[in-house]
C-alpha cells in the first residue's frame, strides 16, 4: 500500500520559515516526478511546486518563486519543501503529490498519489 506523509506543518508568523517533509511508503519513487499543491478554506487546490526524479528540474508557482525551494533525498524516499518569508496568504493545507511516471506535471490531475496534507498557518 502506497502512502505519502506530510509533516512539518504549523502556526508562524509571518517573515517566519517552515519546512515541510513527505515520506514515501509502500513503493520506491526515486524514478517519479513528485510534487506539493496546497488548498486554502474556499478556494480550489493550486500547484505550489514540482520536482523530477533526479531533482535535476524544479517547478514553481509565480506565487512562491524566490521564496519556497523543493528538494528530494531519493535514499530516504522523502521530498522537502522550504518555505521562506511566508505570508498570510500562504495559508493552507499543503499536500504532496506523486507520479507514476517520470514527467513531471503542474497539474494535479495528473498526480496518482496524495498524502493527507499538513496545515500551514501565516499569522499576520
Known amino acids: 500500500q502506497v502512502q505519502l506523509v506530510e509533516s512539518g506543518g504549523g502556526l508562524v508568523q509571518a517573515g517566519g520559515s517552515l519546512r515541510l517533509s513527505c515520506a514515501a511508503s509502500g513503493r520506491t519513487f526515486s524514478r517519479n516526478a513528485m510534487g506539493w499543491f496546497r488548498q486554502a478554506p474556499g478556494k480550489e487546490r493550486e500547484f505550489v511546486s514540482a520536482?523530477?526524479?533526479?531533482?535535476?528540474?524544479?517547478y514553481y508557482a509565480d506565487s512562491v518563486k524566490g521564496r519556497f525551494t523543493i528538494s528530494r533525498d531519493n535514499a530516504k524516499n522523502t521530498v522537502y519543501l522550504q518555505v521562506n518569508s511566508l505570508k498570510p496568504e500562504d495559508t493552507a493545507v499543503y499536500y504532496c503529490?506523486?507520479?507514476?511516471?517520470?514527467?513531471?506535471?503542474?497539474?494535479?490531475?495528473?498526480?496518482?498519489?496524495w498524502g493527507q496534507g499538513t496545515q500551514v498557518t501565516v499569522s499576520s
Open positions: 520536482i523530477s526524479w533526479s531533482g535535476g528540474s524544479k
Open positions: 503529490a506523486a507520479r507514476k511516471g517520470v514527467v513531471v506535471f503542474t497539474n494535479s490531475v495528473e498526480y496518482d498519489y
